[in-house]
């Protein structure tokens, strides 16, 4: 587990005499990012050495008063350990539950169970790339990836619950492609004021909760590849779930992406929400904005 510590302070002028304040409490986030299946490059370490996604959160979360945690050991899941943090952000692939892949500890199952419930009783929970292709229903632990027929469903309350959690289950993917993008609500904090074109690896999805704020939406004309011969879909959103503020965004697969500005605007808005600094309209529009989202795309 490695960590970095932010603290800032805000000073003011009283009656007329210099005063000091005391500093904003620092909202602490656990950066969780075991592999149990594919390890993306941004997330892997060498060594002790924080990867390059931890180096840029490293970086920027002191000047969003944000104090990350860094960690990819899934035993320390528990109740007390949970509740130091303010709110989970997982860049994570695969059952958890299981030590395969990058062969960090697992969660238990009781661990799953009591971040869920914390993130149900008002933790924020915000989640990168990946974070859809974790916990997959009805796949166990080393589950051989390749063979994705049974994410082709739609299971609505038979998900796991950790995908209804999220919002969505991870199909597939084509090549890496530029691809455009609407902007669906520019009011939420930190969103692009426009649309705009990106390159990255766009994630195709089946499962969509009902209830999710569709952020940016994916423009599917014109991609090549089976996964996106489908309407337009939510790419990135916000829900609630139970009490607690859920942020998904599936960019994050490229170290370009990282490194973009507007990523990083987005990303911390999002992440701002998630924690309770900043309010917003969440209510569901994914009807409205993506009527065909339910579409699954062509099986492979």
Known sequence: MLRRTAGATVGFALS????QADPPRSKKILFFSKSSGYEHSVIKRSGNELSFAEKILADLGPKHGIDFTFSKDGSLFA?????QFDAFFFFTSGNLTGATGDKNPPMTEVGKAAFLDAIKRGKGFIGAHS???????????????NNRSQRYHNYGDKADPYIRMIGAEFVTHEKQQVAKVHVADP????????????????????????????LLALETEGMAGAAYQ???YPS???????????????????EETWKNPLFQQMLFGGIAWAVRDVNADVTPNIRQVTPGYATLPPQK
């Open 16 to 19: 007329g005499c210099a005063a």
């Open 79 to 83: 109740p007390d350990y949970l509740a």
């Open 187 to 214: 009011k939420f904090p930190g969103m692009m004021q426009q649309d705009f074109s990106l390159m990255e690896e766009w994630y195709s999805f089946a499962d969509f909760s009902d209830n999710l704020h569709v």
């Open 131 to 145: 974070a859809t292709d974790t916990f997959e229903t009805n796949e166990p632990v080393g589950f051989n990836s």
């Open 236 to 254: 990135t959103w916000a829900r609630m779930h139970g009490r607690g503020r859920v942020f998904y965004t599936a960019m994050g697969h490229r």
């Open 230 to 232: 489908r309407p337009p």
